[in-house]
């Protein structure tokens, strides 16, 4: 029975990682790099076992993906960029596509705990080192008592439809050719639907309506939380803003361009356009 990826109440780390090499899964990452067991049709998480020569620092337990502990680790590169036996060197947004959705549940979980545990080594208020919370997914400050949690970026997503018609857009950072949809952060003191409208009109010039909640999406790039909707044209003409998006405009079902890989929820919110057109 697939279980999914349960997260673990409370993150630690994991001192005797290696004495439990048959159960476990490392989740190994450098950079934007996810190292993985390369399977015939599906990305694999190594064990510690293929890792015993490369891995430095001591992992830090995130969960149990259908019933076995989960643990994260990020070094730098490889020495001499020789990868141990049977394991490639794959980039994250790549692997993204491949993983199953608990799979990347798992990673997004672990690449964002790595990051924030990377940026909170000392206390902003008194300046001592941090230490790990007893009770929950923490890390506190022995002197003054500050408790810090991870962060998360609320970001909005939003498929913007003109009757048979989806408008798409070609960010800047995007590969060559892809087109997707109007995205953003939430800024301080916006909900949601405010965060839309001033995206929408910003990137492209129009004004929208009949907001509505899709679904949404941990994404660890490096640690947002992706609010995905959809909306209906109300007027204006659309006009890419030339500094994050190139081109935008008006497609139909027929005449789409490359859309963004599987796995991002911009990806499931275009399809399910695609099915509502066609069915």
């Known amino acids: 029975m697939q279980l999914g990826f349960r997260p673990s109440v409370c993150s630690k780390y994991e001192m005797n990682w290696v004495h439990d090499h048959e159960s476990q899964l490392i989740l190994f990452f450098g950079g ?24 430095r620092k001591t992992p830090l337990q995130i969960g149990f993906l259908n019933g076995q502990p989960c643990l994260a680790v990020e070094e730098g590169d490889l020495d001499g960029g020789i990868l141990p036996k049977g394991l490639v060197a794959e980039k994250l947004r790549y692997a993204y596509s491949v993983f199953s959705r608990p799979q990347r549940t798992a990673v997004a979980r672990a690449r964002e705990l790595l990051l924030w545990r990377r940026q909170h080594q000392f206390c902003g208020c ?20 500050t408790h810090y949690y991870p962060q998360l970026a609320p970001a909005v997503i939003v498929a913007i439809t ?8 070609h960010n800047r950072r995007f590969d060559p050719g892809i ?46 939380l992706m609010l995905g909707f959809t909306a209906e044209y109300c007027s204006g003409e659309v006009a890419a803003d030339g500094v ?24 499931e919110i275009i399809e399910d356009f695609i099915r509502r057109q066609r069915s």
């Open 32 to 55: 934007n790099i996810v190292y993985c067991v390369d399977g015939e049709k599906h990305c694999h998480f190594p064990a510690p076992a293929d890792l015993r020569d490369v891995i």
């Open 126 to 145: 008194c300046k001592a080192p941090l230490k790990d919370s007893e009770s929950d997914i923490a890390i506190v400050c022995p002197v003054c008592g």
């Open 162 to 169: 003109r009757g048979n018609e989806i408008l798409l857009a």
């Open 179 to 224: 087109y997707g949809l109007i995205a953003g952060f939430v800024e301080v003191g916006e909900t949601v639907e405010q965060a839309i409208a001033r995206e929408v009109w910003e990137e492209v010039g129009i004004e929208v309506g009949n907001i509505r909640y899709y679904s949404s999406q941990s994404w660890p790039f490096p640690n947002s």
């Open 244 to 267: 994050e998006l190139e081109t935008a405009g008006w497609f139909t079902v027929d005449h789409l361009p490359k859309i963004p890989p599987v796995g991002s929820i911009a990806r």
